[in-house]
Every structure is written in structure tokens, then in C-alpha cells.
């Protein structure tokens, strides 16, 4: 199980790109509301989600998290007890951690990335305190995902899949949503 946490102020493509291509790999995503399940963007599209942050367990079956980007949603992921928790869990599990746009700026201020590659949107660098800052569309070092925001998603939820499903169903979906050409 994968959990998607979408608080107000999300970038709605980085948020339903990876949860659309992990459900096409099989996977199950559940989308995580921030103290409410209906979450408004950051254009003002109203989401119900599956569930919400107080509801959610941390444990064995979590396969890792995600972090959209967007403000102010990024603000409000950072500022959630249960986001910092479930990131906390994730590093002392060696469990995925994927954070696109300005969210892993979050994972910057917790010190997760010192002497990791990583990717953020620009003008975010400076938030990303000790990493290695690359400028590739996804980043993944270990366990850590990042990529750089909104025109990413589609190669951020691809590169998820791989890590998460496979190689091959990465391959598959990228084909049936024509990003790749066979």
C-alpha cells in the first residue's frame, strides 16, 4: 500500500499522475486527505480522498509515501504531524519516499537528503539543504524520489512504478499512455 498525502493548495497533475499510473501497475494507492477528505487544489478542484491523515496506521503493509508538490499544499504537508510521522517511518524502514515540485523541500528541512541526489522545482534549491542538486526531470538515490514538478509527473509516476511494481509494468504503462513508443 502506498499512500498519497494531499493537503490544500496540492498541484493536482502531480498528485493524480503517480496515483493513475501506480492503480494502472496494480498497486494500491490510497489517497490521504489533511485533516479533512475533501481537499481543495491548488486551482480549486475539490478532491474527496479515500481517507484521512487521523485514520491512516503506519505499518507493515506501507510500501512508501508520496508527496505532491504545489502552495500552498507543500506548506501544509510540512506542516502535518501525520506527514512527518509517516516520513519519519519511511526513512527508519528503508521505505519509499517520493516528493515532486516543492515537497521535497520538506525532506530538505528534516536533513533526508545530506549527500543525496535530488530534484526540486526551481528556485527551491537552496531548500534542499545538503543535497546534490541535479537538474533531470526524476532523481531516484536509494529510496528517495524526487522530480522537478508539474511537466515531470508523468516520468516521476513512471519511475515510481519501477520501484514500487517493476521495470516491465513501468515499461507497459508507459507504452499504453504513449510516453514511450514501442
Given amino acids: 500500500m502506498i499512500y498519497i498525502f494531499l493537503a490544500n493548495g496540492f498541484e493536482e497533475i502531480e498528485a493524480v499522475t503517480p496515483i493513475d499510473i501506480l492503480r494502472r501497475c496494480g498497486k494500491e494507492v490510497i489517497t490521504v486527505g489533511i485533516g479533512d477528505n475533501i481537499i481543495k487544489s491548488s486551482h480549486g478542484v475539490a478532491v474527496v480522498t479515500d481517507t484521512e491523515d487521523k485514520l491512516i496506521s503506519l505499518d507493515e503493509s506501507l510500501e512508501g509515501i508520496i508527496l505532491p508538490g504545489g502552495m500552498p499544499g507543500t506548506l501544509n504537508l510540512e506542516a502535518s504531524e501525520v506527514v512527518q510521522k509517516s516520513i519519519d517511518y519511511c526513512i527508519a524502514n528503508n521505505l519509499y519516499i ?85
Fill in 98 to 182: 517520493g516528493a515532486i515540485c516543492a515537497a521535497p523541500s520538506i525532506l530538505g528541512h528534516k536533513g533526508i537528503l545530506k549527500g543525496r541526489k535530488a530534484v526540486c522545482f526551481t528556485g527551491f534549491e537552496s531548500q534542499l539543504e545538503g543535497a546534490e542538486v541535479s537538474d533531470e526531470p526524476v532523481v531516484c538515490d536509494g529510496n528517495i524520489i524526487t522530480s522537478r514538478g508539474a511537466g515531470t509527473a508523468v516520468d516521476f509516476g513512471l519511475k515510481l512504478a519501477e520501484v514500487l511494481a517493476s521495470e516491465e509494468q513501468s515499461r507497459k504503462v508507459g507504452e499504453a499512455i504513449l510516453w514511450y513508443r514501442s
